[in-house]
């Protein structure tokens, strides 16, 4: 039988792929350390459980299709809070961001258009966009230059009658680069100039390390007709398992293609929202704790791999993730060796290799992901099994 030639285009997600080795690895008695998914352990707020606890409904009923109420209300006073004032109509509740990423792309790409996003990206885009009927242009970043893009010449170099949108990670995932409030008005100028869809990811906003300000591309008033964010609290209150994100745009008229979707999956899991809005009260504070700990757990990392010999990693401003550049000749064979030759009394470690998350093919071959969401203590030891692990995989060849 045959199969849809825009899903035989997706690959497997670098982070999740290794996961029947690592239960191979678990099962014959190893301790994995987990640098491979975004997964906070930070406790997620108790407000969220109480609220589920307190639901008192009779009947579990469906939820408006664009969000109840309640979350409605709570992402826009948070906006509110950041100096941006949304409709009721600006927003839409989808399944996490994720659903939120496919539902725009679905609505502004046909067979054939362009989406320009800087590389290494987060490589289930590739899947939404190849599934919309799109095609990724990447704007091409290196290691050696700490992963930064926001040049506008390198933007427009890329721009072609087929170019539909642009879509950016700020802070970055996977770098951790965090934009300056002049890159992000550049691009949103380029946006605008050519009548682009400017789709900004910004569920890492809280966590950037250098004191800037809390940013938005929302903040342009100037370019509302082409900007689109995606929102989410799994990363920002640490419940990925939520699955609550959001769709924000000024646009009414995207928004009521948007709609469609929504109507048509008929509407978000009730009790996530009812916890999700429950989030949207916590104090400041628990934001700035959780801000600091992370950049404990940065600097920890990026310390660890400088003192690594050939490993090149620049210090990222933002998110929970860096990208490292390896003195192996493939990082994907290197992992799966790391779950199934190696280990340092009984532990080893895992990453997601970098391949994936270029567009350009050969690209990231000899670089790695890593999130850094354990204590600080498994981190370093995570580093040194990594440490160890480089040294033995490259001494077996010789």
Request: charged content about 25%; overall charge negative; proline content about 6%.
């Amino acid at each position: 039988m045959k199969f849809s030639s825009k899903v035989e285009k997706c690959g497997l997600s670098p982070m999740r792929k290794f996961h029947p080795y690592a239960v191979a690895a678990a099962a014959a008695g190893k301790k994995i350390y987990h640098l491979n998914i975004g997964q906070p352990d930070i406790a997620t707020p108790e407000v969220a459980f109480e609220a589920v606890r307190h639901f008192s409904q009779p009947v579990l009923e469906y939820a408006p299709s664009p969000g109840i109420p309640e979350l409605i209300s709570g992402v826009r006073g948070y906006y509110d809070r950041l100096g941006i004032s949304l409709d009721e109509e600006d927003i839409l509740v989808t399944t996490g961001g994720s659903e939120a990423l496919q539902i725009v792309l679905n609505c502004v790409l046909d067979d054939g258009d362009e989406i320009i996003i800087p590389e290494p990206f987060y490589p289930n885009y590739s899947t939404f966009i190849y599934t919309a009927g799109g095609s990724i242009r990447p704007l091409t970043t290196t290691p050696h230059e700490g992963y930064r893009y926001a040049q506008r010449e390198r933007f427009e170099a890329l721009i072609n009658e087929r170019t539909r949108a642009i879509l950016i990670t700020n802070p970055g995932n996977p770098t951790g680069v965090v934009l300056t409030p002049e890159e992000m008005r550049m691009i949103a100028d380029v946006a605008r100039d050519h009548g682009l869809f400017l789709i900004s990811d910004e569920v890492y906003r809280e966590f950037v390390y250098g004191g800037e300000d809390l940013a938005s591309m929302a903040s342009f008033a100037d370019a509302a007709e082409n900007v689109v964010l995606i929102d989410s609290v799994s990363k920002r209150f640490s419940a990925c398992g939520a699955r609550v994100g959001v769709i924000i745009s000024r646009n009414r008229e995207l928004m009521a293609h948007a709609l469609k979707y929504c109507q048509a999956r008929l509407s978000v899991a009730t009790l996530d929202q009812t916890a999700a809005a429950a989030l949207y009260t916590v104090p400041a504070d628990y934001f700035a704790a959780t801000r600091e700990e992370y950049k404990r757990r940065r600097d920890t990392v990026v310390r660890k791999l400088q003192e690594i010999p050939g490993v090149l990693c620049e210090c990222p401003g933002g998110a929970f993730y860096l990208m490292a550049k390896l003195p192996v000749d493939d990082a994907d064979a290197f992992q799966q060796w790391l779950l199934t030759d190696f280990e340092d009394h009984g532990e080893t470690v895992m990453f997601a290799p970098g391949g994936p998350f270029y567009g350009t093919p050969g690209l990231g071959l000899d670089e790695i992901r890593i999130a850094y969401v354990l204590k600080t203590e498994d981190l370093e030891r995570a580093i040194d099994l990594l440490a160890l692990g480089i040294q033995a995989y490259n001494n077996r060849k010789r």
